[in-house]
Structures are given as C-alpha cells and as structure tokens.
C-alpha cells in the first residue's frame, strides 16, 4: 500500500485540448472535496484519487504555449476545449518547455500552430530534474517520430508511460520487453474515451452477439471542431486502424466495418459520433440501428488519462514494469492483449486488488 499523501508527479507531452480537460477536471475535483465521485471511474485507485495526480513538468511546441505556466498554457489558442462552469485554474509553477518538433507539425497544421524558435529541452534529462514518475503522451495523430522520442525519453529516465495517442508503441514487442527490464509500466495505445464512440460500439455489438444477432456491415462516423479532427483527416491512418481492430476483434466472423472522421470548424470540442449497423435477426429478417452520441471530445479523454496515471502510479509502487495488460485492455482501443471490456475491467479490478501482477 502505498503512502498516504504521496502525490504522483505527472509530464505531460502536448499542451492541448486534453490536457486542457485533465487540469480543468484536478481542479474541479479539489475543490469540490473528496465526496465529489460523478464523471470518475475509480474514485480511489490502488490508493490514489484523481486530487494525487500532480503536474511537474510539460512540454509543447507552439510559442503561445512555451514558456508560460502550464494553467495558462492549456487555454491558449488554439485550444477550444470545454470550460469547466465555476473552475479557475491557480498556476501550477511549472513552465511549459519547447519540445522537439520532429514531424508534429504537418502541412495543414501550419497555419493554426506557431513554431517556438530555439533548442528543444533534453527531455530525459528534464523528466530526471524534476523527479517525474509517469508521462502522458498527448501528441497530434500521425507524430510518430515525435511520440516515440518522448516515448524512448521516458523509458531512459525510468518514467512510467502512458501513450494516449495512435501510435503503436506500447504494443511494439522491443519498446516493452525494455520496458519490463527497467520496472517501467506501460499502458497504451490510443486512449478509449470514458464513454466514447469506441466503448459504445462495443458494447452494442456485445449485445447483438449475445442475442444471436448477424451483423453485415457497420461503420462510425466521427466529427468535431477541434485540432485533433483537422489532424485527423489528413493523418488519421493509425487512428482507423486502431479504431477498426476495436470493433473487428470482437465479431468472430467477417463483417464490414468502416470508421470515419470529419472536421466541422464551428464545433469546436463538442464531438458528434454515428453509428450504423446492418444486420439479421431470425429467420434472415433485417434489422438496423441508427444512433447519436454526442460529448465533449477532451473531457472525456482525460476520464480515462485520469485512471491510466494513477495505474502506472500503482505499478511503481509495486515494483512492476511492461505493459499494464489489463489496464491497457480496459482503458485503450489498441492493447497489446485485447479483450472484451467486461472481461478488462474484471481482471483490472482483480490487479488493483493484487490477484494478478499485471
């Protein structure tokens, strides 16, 4: 168990919309007090509540960003994120610090960020400074080169990671066989929103099985207004695929499944998701279903980022490295061990109360 009081020091790569929802979220709940538990999964966590979770280092490119604390920062443009009503947010004392661009900054992204000048921080040797223990990647779709640098960073500097972004770097068999070498806890890849497209989807095609359901085909359709979604439709092979391979990896036959993204400017944040499925009933009677989801698309990653932290906070007390599989069964869309999320949560639950070692 680990010791009352003890906070877990978080980096944070990527100073956006999430993390703009993350630290929006901390501060709602310090100051709503230990019995405010609505819109958190796990309320205590191997010992931690969301409240341990504190911010000693980040890292970003953009000049509006770099070099300011890190409170003022995550509302800078061109962060929209949802602002939560009554939340102020007290500076933090922690300085955003110029990141390596590497391929962050595509083409159709010039316009909207402006490039810090200068030298990048030595980010193994920053995370080392100020003593980080789990660092949250939450880079654009599509910086591979980038996450992976952060990612390498993290793993010289004995700082558990949690890889909320597309790239498959948990699930590269090298990155967490070291990883389990050095007790680093890894969870990853790709964040599943806390009740997002992905979970949703899942669960009603568990319920379709269940009921001896055919499915033909089915597809989602995503949309909003956030840099995330203008990435997303020029970048977003990886995000398709880990999207697809959560839905494909719970039908046991072949069907058509076809994720899709749209950006829509005046949307901002707020995020719109279609689901569509075609399929049989008995005796080969059609059946379809046509529904709506509609969140604030940051807000909701950070339901989930909240609970990924405070695991690898666990793991470390626990003297555990590699991959977090439950954790990462439960909390992402690409796992390296997938799984139907009733089972992930049941066997996350079971490592939180030490029954299994990972």
Same mark, same amino acid.
């Given at each position: ?81 949802? @602002?939560?009503?009554? $939340? +102020?947010?007290?500076?933090? !004392?922690? %300085? ?5 661009? /590497? ?98 989807? @899942?669960?009603?095609? $568990? +319920?379709?099985?269940?009921? !001896?359901? %055919? ?5 989602? /359709? ?103 599989? +439950? ?32």
């Amino acid at each position: 168990m680990r010791d009352m009081g003890k906070e877990i020091r978080l980096a944070i790569v990527g100073v956006g919309n999430c993390t703009s929802a993350l630290l929006q979220g901390l501060a709602h709940y310090r100051a709503a007090g230990p019995s405010e538990s609505a819109g958190i999964m796990h309320p205590d966590l191997g010992g931690y509540r969301v409240t341990d979770i504190r911010p000693v280092a980040a890292f970003d490119i953009d000049a509006r960003k770099v070099g300011r604390d890190l409170a003022e920062a995550c509302l800078a443009p061109p962060n929209n994120a949802y @602002r939560l009503p009554g $939340v +102020a947010l007290s500076s933090t !004392g922690v %300085r955003v610090q110029m990141g390596p661009v /590497l391929d962050g900054v595509p083409e159709h992204l010039k316009g909207l960020v402006e490039v810090q000048q200068g030298e990048p921080a030595d980010v193994m040797r920053a995370l080392r400074e100020v003593q980080a223990e789990v660092l949250l990647n939450c880079l654009p779709t599509g910086s591979a080169l980038a996450a992976r640098h952060y990612a390498q960073a993290a793993l010289e500097a004995g700082v558990g990671f949690v890889n909320g972004m597309p790239e498959l770097i948990v699930c590269d068999p090298g990155f967490s066989r070291r990883a389990a070498e050095h007790k680093v806890p890894l969870v990853g890849d790709d964040v599943k929103s806390q009740l997002g497209a992905t979970i949703l989807h @899942r669960a009603l095609i $568990v +319920a379709m099985l269940n009921r !001896g359901i %055919r499915i033909r085909k089915t597809y989602q /359709l995503n949309y909003a207004g956030n840099t995330d979604f203008l990435n997303l439709v020029h970048r977003g092979e990886s995000k398709e695929l880990t999207k697809t391979e959560a839905l494909t990896s719970m039908i046991p036959y072949e069907a058509e499944v076809s994720p899709g993204f749209a950006y829509i400017r005046n949307m901002q944040d707020r995020k719109t998701a279609r689901f569509y499925v075609e399929a049989v009933n008995f005796g080969g009677a059609p059946l379809e279903i046509d529904a709506k989801l509609e969140v604030e698309d940051s807000a909701n990653f950070a339901g989930t980022a909240a609970d990924a932290i405070r695991c690898c906070g666990v793991a470390r007390d626990r003297g555990v490295g590699g991959v977090l599989e +439950a954790a990462s069964a439960y909390l992402m869309k690409h796992p390296p061990v997938p799984m139907p999320d009733e089972e992930a949560h049941q066997r996350l639950e079971e490592w939180l109360a030490g029954r299994r070692e990972r």
